[in-house]
């Protein structure tokens, strides 16, 4: 079976940063899209930022120029640099990766990791 395993989540001061990985394990034959998304109490979830397999970035506007997504594909893992943290980047951290495995292609999802940034 797939995991997706984070790591890396905690509580911040603004100005702060953190950094969240991602290890994919399993009965993985690709991995393409891999992503982080959050939530908030009452809000739903939304991408944060998203890499391809060919290194090709995107972000939410409200990270831009704060957060920095790579991946290690030796590793199947995704990391999420976070820099300048605000109290309105507090919520739960999920990972996400597009892939082919054994049973199933698709997206699969991790446990989440709470980032809270204080004031």
């Known amino acids: 079976q797939v995991q997706l395993v984070e790591s890396g989540g905690g509580l911040v001061q603004t100005g702060g940063s953190l950094r969240l990985s991602c290890a994919a394990s399993?009965?993985?034959?690709?991995?393409?899209?891999m992503g982080w998304y959050r939530q908030a109490p009452g809000k739903q979830r939304e991408l944060v930022a998203a890499?391809?397999?060919?290194?090709?970035?995107n972000y939410a506007d409200s990270v831009k120029g704060r957060f920095t997504i790579s991946r290690d594909n030796v590793k199947n893992t995704v990391y999420l640099q976070m820099n300048s943290l605000k109290p309105e980047d507090t919520a739960v951290y999920y990972c996400?990766?597009?892939?082919?495995?054994?049973?199933?292609?698709?997206?699969?999802w991790g446990q989440g990791t709470q980032v809270t940034v204080s004031s």
């Open positions: 996400n990766a597009n892939l082919r495995g054994l049973l199933r292609s698709g997206d699969y």
């Open positions: 399993g009965s993985i034959f690709v991995i393409n899209r």
């Open positions: 890499i391809s397999s060919g290194g090709s970035t």
